[in-house]
T-cell receptor, first 113, second 106 residues
Framework: GAGVSQSPSNKVTEKGKDVELRCDPI?????LYWYRQSLGQGLEFLIYFQGNSAPDKSGLPSDRFSAERTGGSVSTLTIQRTQQEDSAVYLCASSLIRDQPQHFGDGTRLSIL | DAKTTQPNSMESNEEEPVHLPCNHSTISGTDYIHWYRQLPSQGPEYVIH???SNVNNRMASLAIAEDRKSSTLILHRATLRDAAVYYCISSEKLVFGKGTKLTVNP
């Protein structure tokens, strides 16, 4: 079956522009997670969605970052007024529920010039 | 804060067992321990998870200490394809550290 799909796989943009990153989770998975991974570092938690509950936004680094999940399925992570320090791989994962194993996409590599 | 602590790196020889440790002394009683691994240029891959009892699957075994303050991921016979960064996390806090980089020598 289809795994977690992220698009685009690569994104290069100029400093100050807004970007949108998309995640298609595995069908039926109620939990969805966004992480960020800078070069040579571990994963940094950004935001977590569980069903229709209010998302856990505790990991978002600034108010330039936001995310939504429409219809309990597809999620979009938006970064406004991008900065060079936003350059990283952005990973999405989904799971049946929170305590169950997460299935990761291959990420979006974001480069800010 | 259910933070986990792992060694930065470990090395093994092919076809030998590997024991990857993880400390999670502040984990809550209902918090699962998950292990993932990540190969270069790929997203993390689920390996195994458990709560209190030891767990086995086709990839590995997970030994959880009786006090749940630590756990060990066991690869029974390391292969070159097992070379990766291994992360242990608590399902509650979703905090991935830098993990353990496992090198497997032929």
């Amino acid at each position: 079956g289809a795994g977690v799909s992220q698009s685009p796989s690569n994104k290069v943009t100029e400093k100050g522009k807004d970007v949108e990153l998309r995640c298609d989770p595995i069908s039926g998975h109620t939990a969805l997670y966004w992480y960020r991974q800078s070069l040579g570092q571990g994963l940094e938690f950004l935001i977590y969605f569980q069903g229709n509950s209010a998302p856990d936004k505790s990991g978002l680094p600034s108010d330039r970052f936001s995310a939504e999940r429409t219809g309990g399925s597809v999620s979009t992570l938006t970064i406004q007024r991008t900065q060079q320090e936003d350059s990283a791989v952005y990973l999405c994962a989904s799971s049946l529920i929170r305590d169950q194993p997460q299935h990761f996409g291959d990420g979006t590599r974001l480069s800010i010039l | 804060d259910a933070k986990t602590t792992q060694p930065n790196s470990m090395e093994s020889n092919e076809e030998e067992p590997v024991h990857l440790p993880c400390n999670h002394s502040t984990i809550s009683g209902t918090d699962y321990i998950h292990w993932y691994r990540q190969l270069p240029s790929q997203g993390p891959e689920y390996v195994i998870h458990g709560l209190t009892s030891n767990v086995n699957n086709r990839m590995a075994s997970l030994a959880i200490a009786e006090d749940r303050k630590s756990s060990t991921l066991i690869l029974h016979r390391a292969t070159l394809r097992d070379a990766a960064v291994y992360y242990c996390i608590s399902s509650e806090k979703l905090v991935f550290g830098k993990g353990t980089k496992l090198t497997v020598n032929p």
